[in-house]
């Protein structure tokens, strides 16, 4: 029988360290058995994420060019030391973000294995909006080739404890890429990051890309998706019914 991953939808402007302690809950109750395989799909608000990776020179508050965005825009901008993989990360509307609370062992995968099937994910929902994306040797994510260089339009990051996953993707849909100036996102260039908008010319139904980039993860982790109605509150409730569950057994 095909394995299962239930797809939640849990919002927009839904902050970075309430997603992160939600997802430490979700983990643990993984490990245990005691829920199913899960992906959040959501939009953060404006934060930015160091991951394990991260160094100093990854925000360009130094950067005289970028001096007066960085200092109006960090006042209002969380930074959040994080467990993922990879270096500095920018969240922000606009960005649909994938988090994938996944047992590696109940679907065969090692780590490599779901890296790649979460970048090939990215790069097949991106080609169901006509964008040619692909993967490029030593570097993690989504590319487009856009007027004679590589641009980076998905990232990737995760931590895996005890075989679960958490973290995951993110694609740039329709951004503030100005943004991106605050810092150097995966170490690279601000002007290398680009977003579906920009590459098409056009709007994009941020909700139409949502369920077809959680169709495309299922489908490359050899799953079914199931959709649960309800959003972050129905998550929460599950969740806290587990956990109480689990104390008094």
């Not at 977003?195 to 369920?211: C, Y």
Request: glycine share 8%.
């Amino acid at each position: 029988m095909q394995k299962v991953i239930e797809i939640h939808d849990i919002g927009v402007s839904v902050p970075y360290l309430l997603c992160l302690e939600l997802q430490e809950r979700l983990r643990n109750l993984r490990s245990l058995n005691l829920i199913a395989n899960k992906l959040l799909l959501l939009e953060h608000e404006p934060t930015i994420t160091l991951g394990r990776s991260s160094s100093n020179d990854d925000l360009l508050l130094h950067n005289p060019s970028e001096k007066a965005l960085s200092s109006r825009s960090l006042i209002s901008i969380p930074i959040v030391q994080c467990n993922r993989g990879g270096s500095a990360m920018l969240h922000l509307p606009g960005q649909v973000v994938a988090y994938a609370i996944v047992h590696l062992k109940d679907i065969g995968f090692d780590v490599m294995q779901f890296l790649y099937a979460l970048e090939v994910s990215m790069i097949k929902a991106l080609s169901m909006w006509r964008i040619n994306a692909a993967r490029l040797e030593n570097h993690r994510g989504a590319w487009v080739f856009i007027d004679g260089w590589w641009h980076k339009i998905g990232f990737v990051g995760l931590a895996i404890r005890r075989w679960v996953s958490m973290h995951g993707i993110a694609v740039n849909v329709s951004v503030d890429l100005s943004m991106f100036r605050l810092l150097r996102a995966c170490k690279l260039p601000p002007d290398v990051i680009c977003d579906m908008a920009s590459v098409l010319g056009r709007t994009i139904n941020i909700g139409e890309f949502k369920k077809a980039l959680a169709e495309c993860v299922a489908s490359a982790l050899g799953m079914m998706p199931r959709f649960v109605n309800g959003g972050l509150n129905v998550l929460l409730e599950e969740v806290e019914a587990v956990e109480v569950g689990l104390s008094s057994g």
